[in-house]
């Protein structure tokens, strides 16, 4: 039977809140590439405190793509939930053939995360304040993160060291790593803008309502390559959105853009890491291009940027139409607010890419 866990911020709670070490630790992150992502400095930070710890992560068919190669996820379990009940037995199954794990970080909030927290067999379960938690999730956790304000997601993520008593690295690292295949791949590729300076543009993201207009992209896309003299790489999956967007952008005359469009996540990370610069809203290659040090230009109007944005890193070149004027930069806002990408300006863009040249030497020789 799972119990229902202490009241947030109960006596019990903080008591249980001790050091607690798993030899083998099973990470519970089943939502999209961009929280994979946040994950990682939780997974490399286990890893540094003990080495001979075994780190098995369960993860979604396409996020799992990014733990691929990763010097600390020793075993990746792709979990199915949109196969229902035959998901959850292949799940089951997987588990059942492998050890136990001594603890679990259930880092996610909704339903999905149950089957594979409880599979994992730890009988340390550690997962969100109940407050942060949906559909009954609580129920199968026996340890908690701290509760309050929302704060950006890097730093709820990092909340799960505290529980089980590991340092937070300083500075944070994702070690997102590449095979010697897709280093290749890379050098071919990218042999074609020998000596320019590349800008991705990131053309769409899994919500509409997160999507900047495509014909801004056709403009900035010129602006660049004609002010600039930068090569243009679209960036992006197969989405019916992105796919139109990258096709307006190629249709047109002024534009000699290239493609690296695909439904490989392996292939994206290593079409941003050949960028100088990458220009997105809030979607995976933003949160990619973060990790791996790739100056960023964030475009936010549905999202909270303070919240789900770049973490301590290229905040100057986000354009925020999220927050009102006067309003506080704040992650405590959760909510949505629609119908506000197309209040970001070509213009508005252009102007955070003179500051990456100015601040982040972007396309300056030398």
């Not at 801004?216 to 139109?244: D, K, N, T, W």
């Not at 909270?304 to 930069?329: A, C, F, K, S």
């Amino acid at each position: 039977m799972i119990r229902p866990g202490p009241p947030e911020g109960s006596a019990v709670q903080k008591t249980r809140a001790h050091a607690t070490r798993g030899d083998r630790v099973c990470i519970v992150l089943l939502s999209g590439i961009g929280d994979v992502v946040h994950g990682l400095p939780v997974a490399v930070a286990l890893k540094r405190d003990r080495p001979s710890r075994k780190i098995v992560w369960v993860a979604q068919a396409a996020p799992a793509q990014i733990l691929e190669h990763h010097p600390a996820v020793d075993e990746v379990i792709v979990f199915r939930p949109e196969r229902g009940l035959r998901g959850v037995y292949d799940l089951w199954n997987t588990f059942r053939t492998a050890p136990s794990c001594d603890l679990t970080l259930n880092m996610q909030r909704y339903a999905k995360s149950i089957f594979p927290a409880y599979l994992s067999g730890a009988p340390v379960r550690v997962g969100f304040a109940p407050s942060r938690t949906r559909d009954g999730v609580r129920l199968v956790n026996t340890k908690y993160t701290a509760g309050g304000d929302w704060r950006h997601t890097q730093d709820l993520f990092l909340e799960f060291l505290d529980v089980v008593g590991v340092e937070r690295p300083t500075p944070l690292a994702w070690e997102i790593t590449l095979s010697e295949e897709e280093e290749s791949a890379a050098k071919t590729f990218f042999s074609a803008s020998a000596g320019a300076t590349v800008v991705g543009l990131a053309l769409g993201t899994a919500s509409r309502a997160k999507d900047w207009p495509t014909d801004r992209y056709v403009s900035l896309a010129r602006s660049l390559e004609a002010e600039f003299g930068f090569h243009v790489l679209l960036l992006g999956g197969p989405g019916e959105g992105e796919q139109m967007t990258a096709q307006a952008i190629l249709r047109d005359g002024k534009v000699a853009a290239r493609s690296a469009l695909s439904n490989s996540v392996r292939q994206l990370i290593w079409s941003i890491r050949g960028c100088d610069l990458v220009i997105s809203p809030d979607t995976a290659a933003l949160h990619i291009a973060h990790a791996m040090g790739v100056p960023v230009i964030g475009l936010f109007g549905h999202t909270n940027p303070w919240r789900v944005g770049p973490y301590e890193q290229y905040h100057d070149l986000i354009v925020d139409r999220y927050t009102e004027p006067g309003e506080t930069r704040t992650p405590a806002r959760y909510g949505a607010r629609p119908g506000r990408m197309p209040g970001i300006a070509v213009s508005d863009v252009l102007e955070r890419v003179g500051r990456a040249r100015e601040r982040y030497g972007v396309g300056r020789s030398g």
